[in-house]
C-alpha cells in the first residue's frame, strides 16, 4: 500500500469514530488476525517450527487471554473435526498470543499445515474456535533441490548497438563503452495429467525474474527476488500456479531473467570483478500434486530452451534498453517454435544457500500522472510528476517502427528549465544518466515500462516522439517494498501534516528488500542510516521481516570490509553497508556499526521477537569487544559523526567521539538486557560494568558542568536518550538542549541523522513541545518546512540553504533524515511500548497546548492503539484505544483527577481505569484494554 491520504487517514478517522462509542454489548472474545511468521497463510517457508500469533476481539473492558489452545492438522477437515493429528496444545494457562512456537510433530518439505486457536478469557469463559489459517513449508534443504540445475544463457546473441552504453565517471580519464549482460529468455513444456489439486513454482532467478506460465505472467510482485548477498545465500519464491496449468494437457513455463544487483557491471567506479557475481541465471522446480495421490516434477536442466529477447541492457543504476522490434510473439505459450534457440548452458550453483524469501515483494504501488508538460521543441519533452518518487516512467504511445525514444530521469530542472540536470542522481558516481531506451515495433498503440531497473526522479525527459505526447502517453510509477501499513498521523496543523507525509514519501521511495540510503547515485544500506530511521518505519509499516532480513544481511557479510583502525582488523569486520552485489565496502565504525545492535532490540522492543538477537548473540558480543578495543581512556574515537547536518559534514557541531560513546553505552545496556534474557549471568555482569565504567568516562570527557550540558544540540539530545546525564543533571542537560536551540541557533534544529532522531523527543518529553514545533516549522534556512518550502518534496541528504543557480550535488532522497518523524507517534500522540511488544502501552500526549487537535494509530502485534485528542480553551478531550490482551498507563493532562472524567462519570468511578497518581500538571491512570473518551480541564476551573 503506498501514502494515500483518502485510505490511511480515512481508516484513523472509522477508528476514531469507535473510540467514541462506549461499548454495552455483551462479554465475549474472539481470537482472530492468524499469522505465521508475521504472514497470513504463508506458502513455502523454510521454518519448519514457526511461530504463530493471533490477536484478540473484545468490545468488553479489561478483557484478557487467561489460556489457549491451538490444533494443527493435514487438513481442515480435521480441524472441523477437532482433530489436531500434527499438534495439540491442550489448554496452556498463559496470556501469551504472539510468536507461539510451534512444537508438533516434524513437517517436511512442501507439508501443509492448517490451524486455529481457541482462548479463555478474562473471567475464564472459553471463546469459539478461530477461523482457519494455514502454512505451508517450501523446499528448506539443498535435497529439495539436488534434481533442479541452475542454467543460464550460453551464447549472448544480441546484435544491437542498443546493447551498449557510454559511461564516463570522474575517475576515468577516457569514455567507455557499457555492456551489461545480456538478459535472457528460457522456456520448456511439458504434460500434465487430470486432476491437478496442487502446484507450486520454487524460483531463483538473479539478479531479477519473472515467471510466466502457458503464456501469462504469474503474480504482480516486481524486482523480485529480493537482493542478498548471493555467494552467501539467495532468495527462493513460491509460487501458487494452481490456476494457470491445464490439467489434461500441455502446458509451457518460461522465464525473463535480468542482472539486478546479481549482474551489477557497473557503479561508483567499481570494476565488474568488484561487482557482479555473474551473468543471469535461474533455478525452479515446479511440484504438480494430482488427486490420486501422485505427483510430477518439472525442474530447470539442459533441455530448457533459451535465447535473448527485446531487452538490451539493463542495469539497476544506469536504466533499460528494449527493442519492442525483437519482441517473440507466443514464446510463453504451448506450440512455439524454439527451433532457433539454444539450450540452457547447465552452471554450478551460484549460492551457498537457498532461502525462502519471507519480506514482502516489491510491488508497483501507485501510479502518478504529471502536473505539468514541457514542450522543449525538436521532440523532447519534459514530464514534471510534482512528486519525487522510486520507480519507472510507463508509456503509452502509437507510432511507426523503428521510432526511437530516450527517457531521462532527474531529480532537479536545471536553470533553464527546458533541461535535466543530473548532479543529484550521482552521474559523477555512475558515469551515466538513469535512462530508458525504447524502440517501436509499430502497427499500434504499445505500452512499455521497464523489468529491471528502477530510478529516483521527479522529472522525465523524453526524446524522440515523433508528435505531441497524448494526454495518457505518460505516468510514474511507484516501485518499492510493499510492507502493509501499520500506522499514521494527522493533526490540525498542515505543515506538521506536510512534513510527516514527506518522511513517509522518502520511506517508501528507499525501501526495495533493504532500506537503502537513496533509489539512484548508491541505491546501498549503510547501516548509520538504518538505525536512524528503523523506528519511524515501524511506527508506520510491518517491518518486522524487512529488518530481521536485514539483520541477516549484516551477518552474511561479516568480515569482508578492508578498512582497518589504528592497524586491527575488524572483528567481526560488519560492514558499513550491506547487499549491494559483491561490492566491498569498509569496514563500519563504531556510530554505524551499532545498528547490528540496535535493530534486534528495536524488533524485541516493537513486535516482542526475542529471536534476532538469540541467533545473532555470539556476534553481538565480538563486535561489543571490538569496539571496546577502539576506546582511549575509555572513549571510543573513531565514527562517521553526526552525519550530514544541514552545514554539512565539514562543520559537524558536535564531536565524533561524544556520538560514538554515546551508542557504544547504549548498545552495553541493550547487551545487558540480552544477556539477562539469554541466562548469561557473567556477560550480564560484564556489560553492566563495562556500561557504568563508559558513563564515568563519558561524562568526565564532555560533561559542562557550569553549562549543564555537552555543548550542542546533538550531544545533549543522544546524552538525554541514553540517559548518560550525571545522577541529578537530567534537567540541567534539558535546559542546555533548549538553549543550544533557542539561543545559540535562533530556534533552529542543527543536527545530523544522530540528534535527528532524539532531538524533538526528547524537547517534547523535557516540557519544551512549543520549541519542537517551532523549531519543525521554521520557514527560514534550516528547517524542515523551509525544506518544503522550497519544492522539495522527500528529504535531502543535506538540507543546504537553497541559493540560485547554484547545483545541487548530492541527493535529494534520504531516508535517514526521517528519523525524527518518530515523534509523531511517540511524543505528539504519546504512543510508546512499554514492555516488549506493546504487552504494556505508555501513553502520553504531547503539543495540545499548540495544536488543537491530533490523532494516530499503531496496530501492534496485540491489535490496534489509537490516541486522538482535541484541546480547545483549556478543554482537553482524548480518545483512546488498548487493545485486548494490553494494558496502558496514561498520562491525562488534567489539574487534578477530580476535573477529569470518562465516558461522563468521575475517573474513580470509571471502569477498567485506577488513578495511580499527580504528576505536574497530568493524571496518571492505569488502563485496562478497551476503548475509552476522557474529558479534562487543564485550568482546574
Not at 572483528?571 to 534486534?600: F, H, M, N
Amino acid at each position: 500500500m503506498s501514502i494515500t491520504n483518502s485510505t490511511v487517514f480515512r481508516a484513523a478517522a472509522s477508528a476514531s469514530a469507535i473510540l467514541m462509542a462506549v461499548s454495552t454489548c455483551p462479554a465475549e472474545v474472539t481470537p482472530g488476525s492468524l499469522r505465521c511468521e508475521y504472514r497470513g497463510n504463508p506458502i513455502g517457508m523454510d521454518d519448519r517450527t514457526p511461530r504463530l500469533s493471533w490477536q484478540l476481539q473484545s468490545k468488553e473492558r479489561g478483557q484478557k487471554q487467561t489460556a489457549y489452545r491451538v490444533l494443527a492438522a493435514s487438513s481442515p477437515e480435521l480441524l472441523q473435526r477437532g482433530k489436531g493429528d500434527l499438534w495439540d496444545t491442550g489448554r496452556v494457562e498463559s496470556e501469551q498470543s504472539i510468536l507461539v512456537r510451534y512444537a508438533g510433530k516434524p513437517l517436511v518439505a512442501r507439508q501443509q499445515c492448517f490451524w486455529r486457536v481457541k482462548v479463555w478469557d478474562a473471567a475464564g469463559q472459553a471463546s469459539e474456535w478461530s477461523p482457519v489459517a494455514k502454512w505451508e513449508i517450501g523446499l528448506p534443504d539443498p535435497a529439495d533441490w539436488q534434481d533442479a540445475s541452475w542454467i543460464r544463457l550460453e551464447k549472448d546473441s544480441r546484435n544491437s548497438p542498443l546493447a551498449k552504453r557510454p559511461i564516463q565517471i570522474y575517475t576515468m580519464k577516457e569514455p567507455s563503452l557499457l555492456e551489461s549482460f545480456p538478459s535472457p529468455m528460457f522456456r520448456t513444456e511439458f504434460e500434465l495429467k487430470p486432476g491437478i489439486v496442487r502446484a507450486r513454482a520454487y524460483v531463483c532467478g538473479l539478479g531479477y525474474s519473472e515467471l510466466y506460465v502457458n503464456g501469462a505472467r504469474v503474480g504482480d510482485a516486481v524486482l523480485d527476488p529480493g537482493q542478498t548477498t548471493y555467494d552467501v545465500r539467495a532468495f527462493y519464491v513460491t509460487h501458487d500456479i494452481t490456476d494457470q496449468l491445464k490439467a489434461g494437457g500441455r502446458n509451457a513455463v518460461g522465464f525473463m531473467v535480468g542482472n539486478g544487483f546479481f549482474g551489477q557491471n557497473h557503479a561508483h567506479g567499481y570494476p565488474a570483478d568488484r561487482l557482479a557475481d555473474g551473468p543471469p541465471v535461474v533455478i525452479a522446480k515446479i511440484v504438480v500434486d494430482y488427486s490420486d495421490g501422485t505427483s510430477q516434477t518439472i525442474v530447470t536442466d539442459g533441455s530448457w530452451k533459451a535465447a535473448t529477447g527485446p531487452i538490451l541492457y539493463d542495469n539497476v543504476y544506469g536504466g533499460e534498453t528494449y527493442d519492442a522490434r525483437l519482441e517473440r510473439p507466443g514464446w510463453g505459450r504451448v506450440g512455439y517454435d524454439d527451433s532457433q534457440w539454444q539450450h540452457a548452458l547447465v552452471v554450478k550453483p551460484v549460492t551457498a544457500r537457498l532461502q525462502a524469501q519471507m519480506i514482502p515483494p516489491i510491488r508497483c504501488t501507485k501510479t502518478i500522472g504529471p502536473t505539468r508538460v514541457i514542450d522543449c521543441g525538436n521532440g523532447r519533452w519534459i514530464f514534471d510528476l510534482g512528486q519525487n518518487i522510486a520507480g519507472w516512467a510507463r508509456i503509452k504511445l502509437e507510432a511507426p517502427a523503428d521510432t526511437t525514444l530516450t527517457l531521462k530521469f532527474a531529480e532537479v530542472l536545471a536553470p533553464d528549465g527546458k533541461h535535466l540536470d543530473h548532479a543529484s542522481t550521482g552521474i559523477m558516481y555512475t558515469g551515466q544518466d538513469q535512462t530508458g531506451v525504447y524502440v517501436c515495433k509499430g502497427g499500434g498503440v504499445e505500452t512499455w515500462e521497464p523489468r529491471f531497473t528502477y530510478h529516483g526522479f521527479r522529472y522525465v525527459e523524453v526524446a524522440g516522439l515523433p508528435a505531441e505526447p497524448a494526454k495518457d502517453f505518460l505516468v510514474g510509477v511507484h516501485v518499492h517494498t510493499d510492507a502493509p501499513r501499520r500506522g499514521a498521523f494527522h493533526c490540525s496543523d498542515e505543515m506538521l501534516n506536510r512534513i510527516y507525509q514527506t518522511s513517509l514519501w522518502t520511506i517508501e521511495d528507499n525501501m526495495h528488500s533493504v532500506m537503502e540510503d537513496c533509489p539512484h547515485r548508491e541505491k546501498c544500506a549503510w547501516l548509520g542510516d538504518a538505525h536512524a530511521v528503523a523506528e519511524t518505519t515501524i511506527f508506520n509499516y510491518d517491518m518486522a521481516q524487512l529488518w530481521t532480513k536485514f539483520v541477516d544481511d549484516i551477518e552474511t557479510v561479516l568480515g569482508r570490509g578492508g578498512e582497518t583502525y589504528f592497524g586491527q582488523k575488524a572483528t567481526p569486520g560488519i560492514p558499513c553497508d550491506i547487499a549491494v552485489g559483491r561490492r566491498l565496502g569498509q569496514e563500519a565504525r563504531p556510530d554505524w556499526g551499532s545498528a547490528y545492535v540496535l535493530l534486534p532490540w528495536y524488533l524485541q522492543t516493537y513486535y516482542g521477537d526475542t529471536e534476532v538477537f538469540t541467533r545473532h548473540y555470539g556476534h553481538l558480543r565480538r563486535w561489543i569487544d571490538y569496539v571496546k578495543g577502539l576506546r582511549e581512556d575509555g572513549i571510543v574515537v573513531r565514527g562517521y559523526g553526526d552525519w550530514c547536518p544541514p552545514v554539512g559534514n565539514e562543520k559537524i557541531e558536535c564531536p565524533v567521539p561524544l556520538t560514538s560513546t554515546a551508542f557504544y553505552y547504549g548498545t552495553l545496556r541493550i547487551m545487558a538486557d540480552f544477556a539477562r534474557q539469554l541466562g548469561k549471568t557473567a556477560d550480564t555482569e560484564y556489560f553492566t560494568n563495562l556500561a557504568a565504567e563508559t558513563k564515568t568516562a563519558f561524562n568526565k570527557k564532555f560533561f559542562n558542568a557550569a553549562t549543564g550540558g555537552y555543548g550542542s544540540q546533538t550531544a545533549d539530545a543522544m546524552a538525554l536518550r541514553f540517559d548518560l546525564p550525571p545522577d541529578g543533571q537530567t534537567e540541567s542537560v534539558a535546559k542546555s538542549l533548549a538553549r543550544e536551540v533557542t539561543d545559540k541557533h535562533k530556534g533552529h534544529a542543527m543536527v545530523g541523522i544522530h540528534g535527528g532522531r532524539p532531538l524533538f523527543t526528547q524537547l517534547a518529553e523535557h516540557g519544551y513541545d512549543e520549541l519542537a514545533i517551532t523549531a519543525l516549522k521554521q520557514d527560514q534556512w534550516p528547517g524542515h518546512a523551509y525544506t518544503i518550502n522550497q519544492g522539495f518534496t522527500t528529504w535531502p541528504e543535506i538540507a543546504n540553504e537553497v541559493k540560485a543557480g547554484e547545483r545541487i550535488f548530492h541527493s535529494l532522497n534520504h531516508p535517514m533524515h526521517s528519523g525524527f518523524a518518530a515523534w509523531f507517534h511517540e511524543s505528539v500522540a504519546g504512543i510508546r511500548p512499554a514492555a516488549p511488544g506493546f504487552k504494556q502501552i505508555h501513553l502520553k500526549p504531547h503539543g495540545f497546548r499548540q495544536l488543537e487537535q491530533a490523532q494516530a494509530w499503531h496496530d501492534s502485534p496485540y491489535g490496534r492503539i489509537e490516541s486522538a485528542w482535541q484541546c480547545r480553551h483549556g478543554a482537553f478531550e482524548w480518545a483512546i484505544r488498548v487493545p485486548p490482551n494490553t494494558t496502558a498507563t496514561a498520562w491525562l493532562p488534567a489539574a487534578s483527577a477530580d476535573s477529569a472524567s470518562e465516558g461522563g462519570k468521575p475517573l474513580s468511578r470509571a471502569a477498567g481505569v485506577r488513578i495511580l497518581r499527580q504528576e505536574g500538571d497530568r493524571v496518571v491512570l492505569a488502563l485496562e484494554s478497551g476503548n475509552y473518551q476522557f474529558k479534562s480541564n487543564l485550568t482546574g476551573q
